[in-house]
């Protein structure tokens, strides 16, 4: 379905897109930065802090709330997928897929976030 007053998406170009989420580390360590990307981790955006990143070095227990602007990639199909990834205080860095980690449950599973959407 085609929303009224907005134009089709076309294939394979670039649009921007304004995104906002969420991340928290365990141990207490802050969250340093957030990327997103719109083109399958071949470029990252660092995203914006907007809450949660004044807290105390080692008791950073809360979410830390983010916002960005990113340029992503229409595909074939018509739909844009984003991916966010967080790194804390000691660089640690959730990884790209849950293969490693992999288990009947999903348990532990902290690989990149990935949402997408249709135009």
Known sequence: MEM???PKLKPEKSIMVKTNGWAWSEGGRDIVRAGITGDGG???QTAEIKEGGDQKVGRAWAWVFWECEVP???KKDGTVE????AV???FN????SV???WNVRGLGNNSW???STRG
């Open 42 to 44: 071949e470029s990252w």
């Open 113 to 115: 976030h990935r949402a």
């Open 72 to 74: 992503a990639i229409v």
């Open 4 to 6: 009224a007053g907005r």
């Open 82 to 85: 984003l991916a966010s990834k």
């Open 99 to 101: 293969s490693g980690g």
């Open 93 to 96: 860095s959730q990884p790209e």
């Open 88 to 90: 804390d205080l000691a």
